[in-house]
């Protein structure tokens, strides 16, 4: 079975959260961005719930926005909806932007494609030219799961050369990969293995071992479709 990647990013190490820690039970007079970077980094190493305490610290509608995308990245999108359809009236501004397009992973990841649509439009509508990206990523795997592969392909193809641009090795990745994936379910198998072969290369150049493994069992797949064997050894 090919596979796709989830959302999550690598980390900090065990020692950074400690040093957080022992600042805050120094009872030092801490920041907001303090609790934000705490946060992140119990979320990081899996530790949910001492995340989500942090986050709460927050002013009310960056703890929302960062409580929901935890929720997805968790896979708990109806948890993830609840708490950043509590944004619904935030203005059309970059971190609207933001909002809108996390809750259009969390709708897709529900197959509530035309709510992810929705959302999709709302983020583009938001004017922020730096989440263009993210916007045609999410609506190309939105056409993707429907069966329209031209669609997809147009999505993934604008994010992807635009992730190129600013040198997002990993969110580049991503988005080649997903169209490797789109390739296969057509039945273009060298076309698919041309982009999980680029695909590996980003992800070695990214350091990302997670992302390598999964290209190379794709890759494996493919040569194993393709009767060769030696290669998916």
């Known amino acids: 079975m090919i596979v796709g990647r989830g959302i999550k990013k690598p980390g900090m190490p065990e020692e950074a959260l400690s040093l957080l820690v022992a600042l805050k039970a120094s009872k030092v007079n801490t920041s907001p961005s303090y609790y934000k970077v705490l946060g992140n980094a119990y979320a990081i190493l899996g530790n949910d719930e001492d995340a989500q305490i942090a986050y709460k610290e927050l002013p009310e509608q960056e703890s929302a926005m960062l409580l929901g995308s935890l929720h997805v990245r968790r896979g708990r999108y109806g948890e993830a909806i609840e708490q950043l359809s509590s944004l619904a009236d935030i203005p059309d501004t970059e971190e609207g932007a933001k909002v809108r397009i996390w809750l259009?992973?969390?709708?897709?990841?529900?197959?509530?494609?035309?709510?992810?649509?929705?959302?999709?439009?709302?983020a583009r509508s938001c004017g922020d030219t730096n989440a263009l990206a993210s916007i045609q990523y999410i609506e190309g795997l939105i056409?993707?799961?429907q069966g329209n592969y031209d669609r997809a392909l147009a999505g993934l193809a604008g994010a992807r050369t635009a992730w190129q641009q600013s040198?997002?090795?990993v969110e580049e990745a991503d988005a080649l990969n997903a169209v490797g994936l789109v390739h296969f379910r057509q039945g273009s198998l060298d076309e698919a293995l041309e982009c999980f072969e680029e695909t590996l290369v980003l992800a070695e150049?990214?350091?990302?071992k997670e992302r390598t493994v999964l290209t190379l069992m794709n890759v494996a797949v493919i040569a194993q479709e393709s009767g060769k064997y030696e290669d998916a050894e």
Do not use: I, P, T, V
Not at 104 to 122: F, G, I, L, V, W
Not at 205 to 208: I, K, L, N
């Open 143 to 145: 056409g993707f799961y």
């Open 167 to 169: 040198n997002r090795l």
């Open 205 to 208: 150049q990214s350091g990302d």
């Open 104 to 122: 259009a992973r969390a709708y897709m990841m529900q197959s509530e494609y035309d709510s992810a649509a929705k959302e999709c439009e709302k």
